[in-house]
């Protein structure tokens, strides 16, 4: 065909993928195999002539894209028409003029069944042909007809026989024939439920299954930022289906060329790493450009374009330039905890963590372009090599709707290429009235947590990947007052440091090499916790304990004990887990282990069918100081809290409740009203408990979710500091009662402000 014709094709070979790309632009008809007999006919007719293809896309301003198995699905059919076409079938069998008077109407119809309808509808010609068997079936044992005529057709009904068979044998036919009673041709609801392609708009890279799933029920749906989420439970499948529609899926073809045009246009600047080092200045940069550029295309098109559209369509611009495509819708949802990107890219679709429904499959299938477009942005942003040598990158994201740690992996450590995940932050910090109301802890071990925070603990969270770990450390960050310092330290940014220092903490960051890294010029992270004690009186938070660095944290400890607070997070799913990770793997002196005061161990929790995750704390313990050689055997570990699953919260233990927890008690010694008084210890555990359980408790009764979040809760906690101060120097002592009164006239006081507004 002549080239740029409707129909005219290429085929493409990428990897073990063969892509028939047929270009529809300047066809009449919208390309739809599902809708459109045309588009089938087309499919069929192409596939007879060039063979085995896995991929099917029609190219009309979007990509339309039939994967393997519809493919296979057409292929058959294809094979059969070619067959019939070449005279492979006995169709000589009916050229014989001795016959022609008895089978000539009947022969007009086989032909159009199997020479037309065959293409655009193989399932109406399936059953036209069987309705002309059983009707020349019938009409062979009439009275009357010649032996010539009964011979003719008996040729006929034999031919039409080997078709049936061979088209019975056919998986499209074979799938649809216990559905086909009553099918008549031209209808095409059963291929709907056949062939449904993936989208691709010209601007973009990754596909869009747009369509949902046939039988599919409808479990949630709601909008983030102009895209339609809807999670979809899939018959035969444990698996929810997280399917979006975003803005850019929505758009009419006057947009879609505008979108295009700009994007080519501004394509042919290749950001430097200098502009990647401020992403948020670049976004600006690219932002005014995409305006300036829309605004240009329109009037020289002569299209008239809103204001609020072309915002829209510079957001979208901005993020399929410079920016992540469809992984910012995502991580766009708060619900959206992880997404998962596997290898080979445009065959396996993306995963995702949901909030509410767990592991989730998508209806979004990343390109190969766009995973390495993916790969050098994150290579510019970070810094870090992505390369064989270097096969593991592990950087963070930071985007205008959220925050995203990203590890990144490619060949020869991932064979099939490259394959991403993204861990999404929370735009805000956790804060432990934030635990208590998600049932992660319990009101007392938030009050046991503030006093531990209070008394400059030394603090490792512990738990496996995706229990919550760096979130409860941001939380406990948030314990830490404001008047005191904090350094933080991390190979990969991810504890809320940007947000506290929104809300006047006096807070450093450091960033430090990754252990995976080799040959960075970044500074190595025992050189990075060694530092800390060169910049003054601090708290230290480190963001993981992962290796060499575990002796400089101790030694940190050891130096800085009963100073400040010093805390991180470590891979272990118990205390002896712990203890057993930093001494034998790394290291560490189990003498220098003692200077750990509290273990908190943070594990997911699944449902009793399996289906369901929940983020909880199942052990706060404390490390003792007498043991030598084993603390588990010795007896140095004390539980302070463990989890009931019975009742699925997290429960103090005897040991706790009747005093015996050196920790508090080293705490309260060095405080002349609680020394050698556990009574007046547990009284000021027990008011910061009844502050937690009062915030949650109103926030859930009022529906006021923003009184459990940071600015709330820190300025809570400053009240309560200075309404305790006070109350001790007209007092004399710290009386709960009192401190506990003033600060709900506070708060019920900072309640009415906020209704007033």
């Not at 509410?356 to 942005?377: M, R």
């Not at 103090?652 to 508090?664: A, R, V, W």
Request: aromatic fraction near 8%; proline fraction near 4%.
């Amino acid at each position: 065909m002549a080239d740029g014709a409707c129909g005219s094709y290429d085929v493409l070979r990428e990897g073990d993928e063969v892509i028939l790309r047929i270009d529809c632009e300047q066809c009449t008809f919208f390309p739809s195999i599902e809708d459109d007999g045309r588009t089938m006919a087309m499919a069929i007719d192409l596939l007879a002539e060039v063979g085995h293809v896995t991929k099917i896309v029609f190219v009309q301003k979007r990509d339309y894209e039939y994967d393997t198995a519809q493919v296979l699905l057409l292929e058959e059919v294809a094979k059969i028409y070619k067959q019939i076409s070449q005279n492979k079938i006995g169709y000589s069998l009916l050229i014989d003029p001795a016959s022609h008077r008895f089978i000539d109407a009947k022969y007009a119809e086989i032909q159009d069944a199997l020479h037309r309808l065959l293409k655009s509808d193989p399932l109406g010609a399936y059953m036209d042909l069987v309705r002309i068997y059983r009707r020349e079936d019938i009409f062979t044992k009439e009275a009357g007809l010649p032996p010539e005529g009964k011979q003719a057709l008996a040729k006929l009904l034999k031919f039409l026989q080997d078709i049936l068979t061979s088209l019975e044998q056919v998986k499209l036919i074979r799938m649809n024939k216990n559905q086909l009673a009553g099918h008549k041709s031209g209808e095409r609801e059963l291929y709907r439920r056949l062939f449904s392609p993936s989208i691709k708009p010209d601007f973009m890279f990754t596909k869009l299954q747009a369509s949902y799933p046939p039988d599919a029920e409808e479990l949630a749906s709601y909008e983030v930022k102009g895209t339609e989420v809807t999670i979809i439970s899939m018959p035969g499948s444990v698996q929810y289906l997280y399917h979006i529609v975003p803005p850019e899926f929505k758009l009419g073809e006057e947009q879609y060329e505008l979108l295009d045009a700009a994007r080519k246009i501004m394509a042919e600047h290749k950001p430097k790493r200098s502009e990647f080092v401020d992403p948020q200045r670049m976004r600006e940069v690219f932002t005014a450009i995409g305006e300036d550029l829309l605004d240009e295309l329109a009037g020289y098109r002569g299209i008239k374009l809103r204001e609020k559209d072309r915002d829209e369509l510079v957001q979208i611009l901005v993020r399929y330039t410079v920016g992540f495509g469809l992984i910012e819708v995502l991580l766009a949802d708060e619900r959206v905890q992880d997404i998962s990107i596997n290898s080979p890219m445009g065959r396996i679709p993306m995963f995702i963590v949901h909030q509410d429904f767990g592991d989730c499959i998508t209806n979004i299938v990343p390109t190969i372009s766009e995973a390495e477009s993916w790969a050098s942005k994150l290579r510019l942003i970070s810094g870090r090599p992505l390369d064989e040598a270097n096969p593991i990158l592990d950087t963070e994201l930071v985007l205008p709707e959220s925050r995203a740690r990203v590890a990144a992996i490619t060949g020869p450590l991932n064979p099939t290429g490259l394959a991403y995940s993204f861990r999404r932050h929370r735009d805000k910090p956790w804060t432990l009235a934030l635990f208590v109301s998600n049932g992660m802890i319990s009101p007392l071990a938030a009050g046991v947590l503030s006093f531990l925070i209070d008394g400059a603990r030394t603090i490792l969270v512990a738990g496996t990947r995706s229990s919550g770990k760096t979130s409860l450390l941001g939380g406990l960050m948030v314990e830490i007052m404001r008047r005191i310092r904090i350094i933080t330290i991390e190979d990969t940014l991810e504890l809320p440091v940007q947000a506290l220092k929104n809300l006047n903490y006096n807070i450093q960051s450091m960033k430090v090499a990754s252990a995976l890294t080799r040959g960075s010029t970044e500074v190595s992270a025992d050189e990075g916790i060694r530092t800390t004690l060169r910049l003054g009186d601090s708290s230290l938070i480190v963001g993981e304990v992962r290796s060499t660095e575990a002796k400089a944290l101790y030694e940190a400890m050891r130096v800085g004990a009963l100073a400040n607070t010093v805390a991180g997070t470590i891979h272990g799913d118990s205390p002896y887990g712990v203890f057993d990770r930093v001494v034998n793997d790394l290291g560490v002196p189990r003498t220098s282990f003692k200077a750990t005061d509290i273990i908190i161990v943070a594990n997911p929790v699944r449902s009793p069918d399996g289906l369901h995750r929940f983020r909880r704390v199942t052990q706060i313990t404390e490390v003792r100081k007498h043991w030598e050689d084993d603390p588990l055997r010795e007896g140095g570990f004390v539980d302070l809290f463990k989890y009931d699953a019975v009742t699925d919260t997290l429960q103090p233990t005897s040991d706790l409740l009747n005093g015996d927890s050196e920790i508090i008690k080293s705490i309260a010694g060095n405080v002349r009203e609680w020394a050698g008084n556990w009574d007046a210890v547990w009284d000021n555990i027990n008011l910061r408990t009844r502050i937690k359980q009062s915030i949650v408790d109103t926030a859930k009764k009022l529906t006021r979710p923003d009184i459990l979040e940071a600015p709330f809760n820190i300025a809570s906690n400053d009240e309560f500091h200075r309404i305790a101060e006070n109350v001790r120097e007209q007092t004399g002592r710290l009386d709960s009662e009192q401190i506990f009164f003033a600060w709900n006239e506070w708060f019920q006081r900072n309640l009415r402000q906020h209704e007033e507004a």
